[in-house]
């Protein structure tokens, strides 16, 4: 059984490589989990290959935000210091004084 890494972690920055959104992870899957409906959507070209971690983003772009599911061969770490807007991460994120996001233990009340 061969063991992936993933490159990214939760609350690690990221953007698109292909498409022009970024955002924030918030859960990590070790290999592609969601439908096949929703992967033979993806356009032949640009499909990525299932068996590598997929990242759930809170994600936002020019106009609005929403949560985006994206391989890892689709992201790179963002360099952009912008702020994010998604109204979900200062529920689950804290961010602290240099910038780093934490999960918020929001499971353990």
Do not use: C
């Not at 990525?48 to 759930?56: A, E, I, L, S, T």
């Not at 910038?99 to 499971?107: A, Q």
């Amino acid at each position: 059984m061969e063991v992936k890494y993933a490159k990214f972690s939760l609350g690690d920055i990221v953007q698109h490589r292909v498409f022009s959104f970024r955002g924030i992870i918030f859960d990590v899957d070790p290999e592609f989990s969601n439908s096949e409906e929703w992967y033979q959507a993806i356009p032949e070209d640009i499909r990525p290959r299932k068996n590598q971690p997929f990242y759930h983003l809170y994600a936002q772009n020019d106009q609005t935000t929403y949560e985006a599911y994206v391989s890892e061969q689709n992201l790179l770490p963002d360099q952009s210091d912008e702020p994010l807007r998604h109204p979900a991460i200062a529920n689950e994120f804290s961010r602290d004084a240099t910038g780093i996001y934490r999960l918020r233990n929001t499971h353990h009340h």
